[in-house]
């Protein structure tokens, strides 16, 4: 019997073909996860532009109807009358306006002091309203601080619930005497009360009922009055057609002092994150919470997804449609924030 024995050529070349079918198969499975990472991509993107286009058909209509309601002329869509309702008590404080609850706070044993609505002066409707719990220290000072943010002119409704004037201090009492209260000065322990004033203008109302007893609690109070609303022009500040972004998100909320300002308005390079400053151009969103959303539109504004996507997903679709708007620049800086709910 003869046994060849083979080359040391021999086992190197088989060893050399041996490593090049591995070199192949791993190309071949570098590939194939190559097209499989693209399909995914390619299925996010048309996923993406798909809410995308939805989106901006619903936007369409919307704009649409809202151009209709445009053409009517502003003093027709203003209210004939502002009829005010206002109760304070122990356990629930509301507000109405013509007939509509617009606010309303009845849960048990939360929310005691006094609560502030801030109203359109010509539409009747909310644009701020906070709580002070003036039980506490400290609340009187954050309530004055907030009223000195509010523009001139707007109507200001303070309705106490449970408890609010334990920690009122004499200066918090002195700014109310000074917008025309008489019975703020007065207010004691466990007292019921409702004041109604225009900023920086003419007293409408006030009601007092004093609790008895160390004790006890004031008698629930109810105050009704009838305003006539101001013109919607006279409500708006006379700024520049460039300002129109400014103007749609001063007519809707209140306490962004000089923001809003008629006279001085700050620069609207006011709160950028401070990460991209001064150079924030483009904001993207996901979720809605409405006050974030009329800050952020004050910039640019875009809904990139209208479901609760994966965050990933919807930064790597924010970066690819800020790569299309600015395909010629040379870098981008992307920030990101977590906004929590007001």
Same mark, same amino acid.
């Not at 009223?147 to 106490?160: A, E, G, P, Q, W």
């Not at 334990?166 to 109310?176: D, N, V, W």
């Not at 007293?203 to 004031?218: A, F, I, L, P, Q």
């Given at each position: 019997m003869h046994l060849r024995n083979r080359s040391p050529a021999h086992h190197s070349y088989r060893s050399s073909t041996q490593i090049m079918k591995m070199l192949r198969r791993k190309k071949w499975l570098t590939r194939l996860l190559q097209s499989g990472v693209l399909l995914i991509l390619v299925v996010t993107a048309i996923i993406n532009i798909s809410f995308i286009m939805n989106r901006h058909e619903r936007k369409d209509g919307y704009r649409e109807s809202k151009t209709r309601e445009d053409s009517v002329p502003e003093g027709d869509r203003r209210p004939a009358e502002l009829s005010l309702g206002v109760t304070s008590s122990k356990s629930l404080v509301y507000v109405t306006v013509n007939g509509q609850t617009v606010y309303q706070d009845d849960d048990f044993d939360v929310n005691r002091g006094i609560h502030l609505l801030v109203l359109n002066q010509a539409t009747g409707k909310v644009m701020a309203k906070q709580v002070f719990d003036t039980y506490s220290s400290g609340e009187d000072q954050a309530m004055l601080d907030?009223?000195?943010?509010?523009?001139?002119?707007?109507?200001?409704?303070?309705?106490?619930?449970?408890?609010?004037?334990? !920690?009122?201090?004499? @200066?918090?009492? &002195?700014?109310?005497?000074? =917008? $025309?209260?008489?019975?703020?000065?007065?207010?004691?322990?466990?007292?019921?009360?409702?004041?109604?004033?225009?900023?920086?203008? !003419?007293?409408?109302? @006030?009601?007092? &009922?004093?609790?008895?007893? =160390? $004790?006890?609690?004031?008698?629930?109070?109810?105050?009704?009055?009838?305003?006539?609303?101001?013109l919607l022009q006279e409500s708006k500040c006379p700024w520049s057609t460039t300002d129109s972004k400014r103007q749609e998100f001063c007519d809707k909320v209140e306490g962004y002092g000089r923001v809003c300002d008629c006279d001085d308005p700050a620069p609207l390079t006011f709160h950028p994150p401070k990460s991209a400053y001064p150079h924030l151009r483009t904001a993207h969103w996901s979720g809605y919470w409405h006050r974030q959303v009329d800050a952020v539109s004050v910039y640019l504004h875009h809904e990139t997804t209208i479901q609760a996507l994966e965050i990933n997903l919807h930064q790597w679709m924010s970066i690819f449609l800020e790569w299309l708007s600015s395909v010629e620049t040379g870098k981008e800086r992307v920030a990101s924030e977590d906004l929590e709910k007001p």
């Open positions: 907030f009223i000195d943010r509010i523009s001139k002119n707007r109507i200001l409704v303070f309705t106490i619930k449970d408890e609010g004037s334990f !920690q009122l201090k004499p @200066e918090a009492r &002195s700014a109310l005497r000074g =917008m $025309g209260s008489v019975t703020g000065e007065k207010l004691a322990f466990r007292d019921m009360w409702i004041f109604i004033c225009y900023k920086g203008g !003419q007293v409408v109302s @006030e009601r007092h &009922s004093k609790s008895d007893k =160390m $004790g006890d609690w004031g008698k629930r109070i109810t105050v009704e009055e009838v305003l006539k609303p101001v």
